[in-house]
């Protein structure tokens, strides 16, 4: 006879390196509900933002997330310069899209990583975190710090990257990339790695619109969307074509990310090839009035700020909506169906990132 | 020294828990795992059950609602056992400290023996930590055995 089990799938949990409860309540061994229990790692930065400096705000916006720091700072920065009226001198705004590049393949190295273990491949996991060590030594040689690197300030960026620099940058990513080959090879075409991926956690590309999936998620479902095309920082210059799988399932969202990341490398290539000798900063003038909308994407997906200004040194509202929020839902919708010892493989599936989602 | 000792000293097997972490602090302890810095090498192993771990490490703010799981995480933990808070939000709240929701450092849910400072610090300060850590658990139990003597 079926049996009905309630599972509490964390808060910790050793696939999961944050917090996030999931209630699974099973027939036998197969998924009937996933309920998401969240808010373990709640803080209040959206108030704490009201009470600080617009100026000391970037440096809160950053520490939202570990793991894609710039990209939050460069999406607070932009809706500022927006509402200032400041226009971000053109070095900057490459070497704004050099750092957030970076960000995303050391993101995507991570998740594969994460991902690999998630299924138990702990070879796997290991290669792609020796190569994201790669990324975390440019880091550290560009900005001075691994990881959350402070390169972004409004009216542009903190520093400058040297010559000399952004030729030990290319060369790394040679290697990187000539690692990459090797690792993603497996990712793609092992066959144990099929077996645990292909045709799990479906989701249909009607659904994903529907629940309002972001990034990765929803583009492995078809659906062609990315905000890197509205062209903002200096994505105007350097087109991006988003990158789409049809199948819906963990095997296609691996797949997407394992695209992007050559994407990444490309476009990279090309802000260093095409980067323009200019300032690297304005000084912003004066203090922010009205409301704006920042878009920019994350590794995870879309990343949107909205930002209430009334003039004086102190913001009146700052509102983060972040893309494991959104991806939450499609992942409740995803689990009913699938067998237990897939619930691991289907959540980091979507990467979460529970920090940006409770900030 | 017994052979207990030697073997606790020598292969710590520690837990991680995030009480509030931005993530930066999380992928540097996991980093520490990974091919580059390898703690393995020294019998380090990171265990996701508390009954096998011997060090505790946690990053970041301690909020309402994680101060519970942290303090049953710890009470599930067999003596001798360690507590190393890292990163600036696990010393003191940090760039978070006056937010409505958290509660400070960890030092106000758990007695922590090593605090590794930074933001996020990197993994040969992690790793220092830990090591120290395994010194202040020996001495402790030292002279818990003389007591009993």
Known sequence: ?????????????????????????????????????????????????ERMDYTQNVFLVERICGICSFIHALCYCQGLERLMGLEVPRRAAYLRVIWSELHRLQSHHLWLGLYADAFGFESLFMEFWRSREMLMDIFE????????????????????????????????????????????????????????????????????????????????????????????????????????????????????????????????RRAIAGLPDTDIAVRPKGRPNGRTISRVEQPRGELLYFLAANGSQKLERLRVRTPTFANVAPLVHMLPGSELADVPVIVLSIDPCISCTER | MGLIDIARSKSPWILHFDAGACNG????????????????????????????????????????????VLR???????????????????????????????????????????????CAPKPEAIIEGVVMALGKMQEREHARKRGAA
């Open chain 2, 72 to 118: 049953n995480l710890y009470d599930q933990m067999p003596d001798p056992k360690a507590v190393v808070a890292i990163g600036a939000c696990a010393l003191s709240g940090g760039v978070f400290h006056e937010c409505y929701n958290v509660l400070g450092g960890v030092d106000s849910v758990l007695p922590v023996d090593v605090y590794v400072p930074g």
């Open chain 1, 141 to 268: 040689k560009t900005a001075g710090s691994r990881v959350i690197i402070s390169a972004c300030c409004i009216g542009g960026v903190r520093r400058d990257i040297s010559d000399q620099h952004l030729q030990e940058t290319l060369e790394t990513l040679k290697t990187l990339e000539a690692a990459f080959d090797k690792s993603s090879e497996v990712m793609l075409n092992d066959y144990t790695v099929k077996k645990r991926t292909v045709g799990k956690g479906v989701l249909q590309a009607d659904k994903a619109i529907m629940l309002g999936a972001a990034g990765p998620v929803l583009r492995a479902s078809g659906v062609e969307q990315d905000a890197r095309q509205t062209g903002f920082a200096a994505y105007d210059e350097l087109r991006v074509e988003p990158v789409v799988e049809t199948a819906g399932d963990c095997y296609a969202r691996a797949k997407v990310r394992i695209r992007e990341v050559r994407q990444s490398l490309d476009l990279v």
């Open chain 2, 25 to 68: 602090c999380d992928i540097e302890i996991l980093a520490c795992l990974t091919p580059v810095y390898d703690v393995e090498r020294f019998g380090i192993i990171n265990i996701g059950n508390p009954k096998h771990a011997d060090v505790l490490l946690v990053t970041g703010t301690v909020n309402k609602r994680s101060a519970r």
């Open chain 1, 1 to 49: 006879m079926a049996q009905r089990t309630v599972i509490p799938f964390g808060p910790q949990h050793p696939v999961l390196p944050e917090p996030i409860q999931l209630k699974l309540t099973l027939k036998d061994e197969i998924v009937e509900e996933a309920l998401p229990h969240i808010g373990y790692v709640h803080r209040g930065v959206e108030k704490a933002a």
